[in-house]
């Protein structure tokens, strides 16, 4: 089996962005959305013809269906470590389905190629939402017509920006890390399930969770003369009182804070405020890690 020169330049296109690839959750979510598709009462019950018509490789549609018997979760794993595109003969070296040598470097850009293409299928599916906004957290929107995924403006995913919070709580550590932990899951869960207010209330909690913790540390030092407030709005103006941010930064943090507590925004879509909630809570957050880890190393006063 072989491709054509025009399916290997898509392949080739999918590897030229650099850092950004469709994330675990949204694998999962693609193996989900497949697998509800799929139930008796929607009659789909010749997935070859459903992706052939689609523009996936033959060779694909074939294996997938022989080898795997349409085993979602199988074939999107093995899809993702390139299991998938090597086959046993009989005790000798296994032998690329593609019927041609199959280097690492050309295995992983049909990996990305197949990985994205189903990820963007799955989310046109009426049981695809929680695939669509899991890629937007990736950092993708989907190409209906193409069937691609295409990078949203900037270089960030929401993905790589919660892996580097999650990096920076457990090494920097700070009070209650594992309810900070429990608040970003549940943002990013709720979001992808589509349960916006709850997703922002969570980010809201990411916030609270990480200026408590900091705020409480801080006054078990007994450095500073002012005593403990109660209270997120008043315990951020505190930190300020102490040194710990600039006037700057305290009003920056008091309008994030403000924007995640206000609860709704007349003319932005639900959407939209738990997206936006969750990338404050995100950036914010790694900000307070940042400082208090020096905060810390100074002695938990003025920085120099």
Known sequence: MSCSPNLWSQVVRITSMPDRRVSQKTIVATIRAFEDYARP?????????????????????????????????????????????????????????????????????????????????????????????????????????????VPLEGPVSVQGEEDALTRLVRKIGVLDAETVLKHLGEATDNFTSGKDHASLNESRCVIQSLVDGISI????????????????????????NIGFFTEDERTAFESAWGSLSAGSHPGVPDREQARIGLVLALEFGQLLLLKFANWKANGYQGFT
Do not use: C
């Open 41 to 149: 009462e929607t009659a789909l019950d010749d997935y070859r013809l459903f992706l052939y018509e689609r523009d996936f490789p033959q060779w694909f549609v074939t294996h997938a269906g022989s080898e795997y018997h349409w085993d979602w979760t199988n074939i999107l794993f093995d899809v993702r470590n390139g299991n998938f595109f090597m086959v046993s003969t009989f005790g000798l070296t296994p032998m690329s389905i593609l019927g041609k040598p199959l280097g690492p470097s050309d295995q992983q850009k049909w990996s990305d190629y197949l990985v994205e293409r189903l990820a963007s299928l799955a989310a046109t599916l009426p049981v695809g939402e929680p695939v669509r906004r899991s890629l937007q957290l990736d950092g993708f929107d989907v190409d209906v017509e193409r069937l691609l995924l």
């Open 217 to 240: 540390e801080t006054a078990a030092q007994k450095k500073h003369s002012t005593k403990l407030p109660g209270g997120a709005a008043n315990r951020i103006k505190n930190l300020k």
